[in-house]
């Protein structure tokens, strides 16, 4: 098992910037392909982004296409999710989650690692 904790959230106004970050112990991090994840009040839990293990391929909700941007560094045991141009709908707990795996998933079931999550409020 990887150890995943979040760090990065915060109030921020619409329009604003973030940057998430998520620290690995426990195992080879780059054996695990990452991801973030996020869950609004009342809402399910959905996709945000993902890199292959490598970090050479990524991908990204519809809704944060442009800007987000998902990053890892490898010998530091990091993942990253720069977020850009808040929206008020972009208020959610953002989660990170490990795959021991090489390539990408956007479904959070293949993945059985995972942060406690860090609340991001974007006001309007």
């Known amino acids: 098992q990887v150890q995943l904790v979040e760090s990065g959230g915060g109030l921020v106004q619409a329009g604003g910037s973030l940057r998430l970050s998520c620290a690995a112990s426990?195992?080879?991090?780059?054996?695990?392909?990452m991801g973030w994840f996020r869950q609004a009040p009342g809402k399910e839990r959905e996709f945000v982004a993902a890199s292959s293990r490598g970090g050479g391929s990524t991908a990204y909700v519809d809704s944060v296409k442009g800007r987000f941007t998902i990053s890892r560094d490898n010998p530091k045991n990091s993942v990253y999710l720069q977020m850009n141009s808040l929206k008020p709908e972009d208020t959610a707990v953002y989660y990170c989650a490990a795959a021991r795996r090489v390539t990408l998933t956007t479904t959070a079931s293949e993945y059985n690692n995972w942060g406690q999550g860090t609340q991001v409020t974007v006001s309007s």
């Open positions: 426990g195992r080879t991090f780059s054996n695990y392909a």
